[in-house]
């Protein structure tokens, strides 16, 4: 069987990311980036390095492996072997902050807080209570401020003065940290932000009191514990979320907007002009962007949005240029775009995805006018808008001091360059190279323009005869999966094409990135519109490529994907013939606040909806074979959905199968789980099955 190795590569290398360099800083003058990579494909200890951007040489900063050296030697050989499976298991430095100069670099490592100087190099542990979360110098360089248990601590650059500047008033309140719904969907993932001059904060308060609490247990092990989590589930109460401004010394005042009708805090920061934030309603139909004064903490209101579906944040907005301008976004039309002070920058049909840096007055962005690309933009009112990215592709980057990082992945592979004024240069991927070479050919489908990728075997030709297909789509809200670049999901989908599948992704309705009506086409339904293009594309598909064959089709997905796979043979058995259903929400109203009733509404207000999107009300239907799998224990999509939709299939007669993966979250990609599904869906289509 071609191929079989690449699922243990894809776990191996963490999906290619090991080795890949990430986490891109530019120095104020932009002769240095500051960004973090694994020394090989392999490795999973993530460095801190430097690139010299005159001479393209590169400096290793900290090592994780070398500053944890001295324990070594005072273990044990159990001790060791303990280690080093927690080495295996660990990335090593997975964050760092700047101050201002980019002189002083703070990071966590093992729990514990540490610096580095990079004019000399020197890397230093800090004294600081344990363990140490999220650790930002101020802009000065004179302190670092860090999370431990809950407070928020400010410890001097040379070690000295640690001490608690906000304290938790209860067991369930922290200090300087993003809540659960902040930081997996609204995409805010900091709790503390310092004032210009370093001798203030911006803090939040999060008191998660009022949420429900869940249990995640390990079946497969009785003498553990259930770990209680406290879960937003839709319709029921959020944390309660504030902002603080807080000196030195503990002494703080409270920023007062209306928490009741903005329960949402989905940015925040502290530029020259003072504080900031943005808020936004229960329904998420009403952002407002404030203005927050230091002394009293009282709002004022600078910028406003309203939609009669839901507002969509964008990443890095609000945000102020150097000259105090105001950068927010606006849909208009059919397009999302960048504002400056209200007033468009960016023209119709050029869609705004996120605002990467801002730099006096240069703004540097992602946005696209073809769904399957995105590419890096800047503007400035001097020179206007123009796009630095050249190739087909999915960009991004970073900006600072006339050097503008380019991180560009395409068809051709992953690469990174550093554009300074008339210089390139190129900081180095030890990613390895994947074993299977992707035959992708990207589609644009019907009278939709649906976009699609076909995957065909490499060993297929026209004369082989037609082909089973296996639909491969994520089709959600939450990304694109069909794009002009090679991620892991392109692999996984070649190497069940090598397993003699045609392999087809569609994105359709409902995904990002194609406008405003495009996206809130699922809105009240997210089962509907996102099933109909599934099967309009694989149908458009067919009448391009006659290889595929329309009597056994196979359908897999994973989290969104599973859903909609698990809706695919319930709704259209006549259309597809066996589904893999992995990680699915099917009782939506067992998923989280902000993101669920961003589609749904309120469950109290529109039940209907609720019911309709949830797989779990028509288990009934079920007609074609159903393999259910399910980490248990995930906490994102927690496994009590495919658990009650097993006991509702079962009460209703439709055999089905489950596939348990104990100790396992909500990403499950090994080998065997692959093969699984593989050795399911030929024989649920009829197919030979492979020893």
């Not at 940015?267 to 003072?274: K, L």
């Not at 595929?548 to 259309?575: E, H, Q």
Request: hydrophobic share 40%; glycine share 10%; aromatic share 6%.
């Amino acid at each position: 069987m071609t191929g079989t190795s690449l699922p243990h590569q894809i776990a191996r290398t963490r999906r290619f990311t090991l080795g890949a360099p990430s986490a891109f800083t530019v120095s104020p003058d932009g002769g240095t980036v500051y960004f973090l990579r694994t020394r090989a494909g392999d490795d999973p200890v993530s460095c801190l390095w430097a690139l010299d951007v005159a001479t393209g040489r590169e400096r290793l900063l900290a090592d994780p492996l070398t500053l944890l050296a001295g324990e070594e030697e005072r273990l044990t050989a159990e001790e060791r072997i303990r280690r080093e499976r927690a080495r295996q298991l660990s990335s090593g430095i997975v964050g760092y902050a700047a101050d201002r100069a980019c002189e002083l670099l703070a990071f966590a490592l093992s729990g514990r807080l540490w610096t580095v100087r990079t004019r000399d190099g020197e890397v230093r542990e800090l004294p600081a209570a344990g363990p140490v979360a999220d650790p930002r110098p101020d802009p000065t360089g004179r302190n670092v401020a860090y999370v431990s248990g809950g407070e928020l601590r400010v410890v001097a650059a040379d070690g000295s003065a640690d001490r608690a500047i906000a304290v938790p008033e209860g067991p369930e309140v922290t200090y300087g940290l993003a809540d659960h719904i902040a930081a997996e969907s609204i995409g805010r993932r900091r709790g503390h932000w310092w004032a210009p001059d370093g001798r203030s904060l911006l803090v939040a308060r999060v008191d998660t009191t009022p949420v429900q609490r869940w249990y995640v247990s390990d079946p497969a092990d009785p003498t553990r514990p259930p770990v209680a989590i406290r879960y937003p589930s839709v319709g029921t109460a959020n944390a309660d979320v504030s902002l603080w401004i807080t000196d030195l010394d503990g002494d703080g005042v409270a920023v007062r907007w209306d928490s009741q009708a903005f329960e949402y805090l989905t940015a925040a920061g502290w530029d020259a002009f003072g504080p900031y934030a943005a808020v936004q309603s229960r329904d998420q139909r009403h952002v407002q962007v404030l203005g927050v004064d230091a002394a009293t903490g009282a709002v004022e209101v600078l910028a406003e949005q309203r939609d009669a579906a839901w507002v969509t944040l964008v990443g890095g907005l609000p945000a102020r240029t150097a000259s105090g301008t105001l950068l927010t976004c606006a849909d208009l039309g059919d397009t999302r775009t960048l504002l400056r002070e209200g007033h468009p920058v960016t023209p119709d049909g050029l869609q705004l995805h996120e605002v990467l840096a801002v730099d006096g007055e240069t703004v540097l962005f992602t946005a696209s006018d073809e769904p399957t690309e995105t590419h890096l933009w800047a503007h400035d009112p001097d020179h206007g808008l123009r796009r630095i990215s050249e190739e087909s592709g999915v960009h991004g980057g970073a900006t600072r001091g006339g050097a503008t990082v380019l991180v560009s992945h395409t068809t051709k592979g992953d690469r990174v360059t550093v554009r300074r004024e008339e210089d390139e240069v190129e900081i180095a991927s030890r990613a390895e190279r994947p074993v299977l070479e992707p035959r992708m050919e990207l589609l644009s489908l019907g009278p939709q323009a649906l976009r699609a990728a076909l995957f065909l075997p490499s060993w297929h030709r026209e004369e082989d005869g037609p082909l089973p297909v296996l639909m491969d789509p994520y089709g959600g809200p939450a990304m694109r999966k069909v794009t002009a670049s090679l991620s892991w999901l392109v692999y996984v989908s070649q190497w069940f094409a090598e397993q003699g599948f045609a392999v087809l992704a569609v994105d359709g309705r409902g995904t990002p990135g194609r406008g405003p009506a495009w996206e809130r086409a699922i809105h009240l339904d997210l089962a509907g519109p996102v099933l109909e293009d599934q099967v309009e594309g694989l149908h458009e598909a067919a009448r391009l490529r006659p290889c595929l064959d329309l009597t056994r089709v196979g359908i897999r997905g994973w989290s969104f994907g599973g859903f909609l796979a698990a809706m695919a043979v319930l709704r259209r058995p006549d259309v597809f013939h066996a589904a893999v259903a992995g990680a699915p929400v099917t009782d939506q109203r067992l998923y989280d606040t902000h993101f669920r009733e961003r589609h749904l509404g309120h469950p109290d207000e529109h039940p209907e909806a609720y019911d309709r999107s949830s797989p779990i009300r028509e288990a009934a239907s079920l007609s074609r074979p159903l393999l259910l799998v399910h980490g248990l224990a995930d906490d994102n999509v927690v496994a009590a959905h495919t658990l009650r939709m097993s006991a509702a299939l079962l009460a209703a007669g439709r055999p089905h199968e489950v596939l348990p993966l104990s100790g396992v979250s909500h990403q499950a990609l090994s080998e065997n789980v692959l093969l699984h599904q593989l050795e399911f869906l030929r024989r649920a289509l009829g197919l030979e099955v492979l020893p």
